[in-house]
């Protein structure tokens, strides 16, 4: 009788924890989400630097058609997103899909990806979704602070920095440098800006540099305003 006790009292543990694993995981998930939420929404079609991740549950990778920035290598790997590939590709995307283009490394912490993968499942699983369930990663990340990082001379850069083109096609600015490579940036991930001292760019040549704002990408400095304009085309 002495056992009767703890044995009641583990039972009734055994039986409620299925469910208050997955509650507790996708709560910790939600927080471990607001990580992901300058370039991720779970509103669907509402996309970011990266693709929206309603409805992400059983979608084939690279195939959201309201995105328009997927890699190759996204849109050729055949893999459909469930609890086995999230864990893959958010425990290392470069390893788990080489080529794609998240610049995130990844989330070694298992019980983390766990977490954020209940999330998805609960908040981003279905289109309708539940308001009171997309709350948490709708909140917003106002006022967290970016490290201003230095720009080099831009009358030097190197061809891989130097702007050939710019083209404007929906929400989205691609980037062509005297390289010959072309990049896509989310038109809030693109800050254009002027400087006209001697460290600036010269005359019609603008440089493109790393941004060291949050959910910035790059910034692309000119000599003076009229330049951006005039530099910029709409094409489709």
Not at 209 to 224: E, H, K, L, Q, Y
Request: include cysteine; charge should be positive; charged fraction near 20%.
């Amino acid at each position: 009788m002495k056992y009767a006790l703890p044995i009641v009292g583990l039972l009734f543990c055994l039986s409620a924890s299925p469910a208050k694993t997955a509650e507790d995981n996708a709560a910790l998930g939600a927080r471990a989400f607001r990580a992901c939420m300058a370039c991720h929404s779970v509103e669907a079609n509402r996309n970011m630097t990266g693709p929206s991740l309603a409805q992400v549950w059983n979608r084939k990778a690279g195939s959201l058609s309201s995105f328009p920035r997927y890699s190759d290598a996204m849109k050729s790997s055949g893999v459909i997103w469930n609890d086995k590939t999230l864990d893959g590709y958010l425990k290392n995307p470069a390893q788990f899909m080489p080529g794609n283009h998240m610049t995130f490394p990844g989330v070694p912490d298992e019980k983390m990806r766990a977490g954020i993968i209940a999330f998805l499942k609960q908040a981003g699983g279905t289109q309708a979704g539940n308001s009171s369930d997309r709350q948490p990663a709708q909140a917003q990340m106002d006022g967290m602070p970016g490290m201003q990082r230095g720009v080099p001379k831009l009358k030097a850069v190197e061809a891989s920095s130097r702007i050939k083109a710019i083209t404007y096609c929906h929400d989205t600015f691609k980037v062509t440098t005297s390289d010959g490579k072309t990049r896509d940036f989310w038109e809030r991930n693109l800050r254009f800006k002027t400087d006209s001292s001697d460290e600036g760019p010269d005359k019609d040549a603008p440089a493109i540099v790393n941004a060291g704002m949050m959910g910035d990408r790059a910034s692309i400095i000119f000599a003076s305003p009229e330049e951006i304009s005039r530099f910029i085309t709409r094409h489709c």
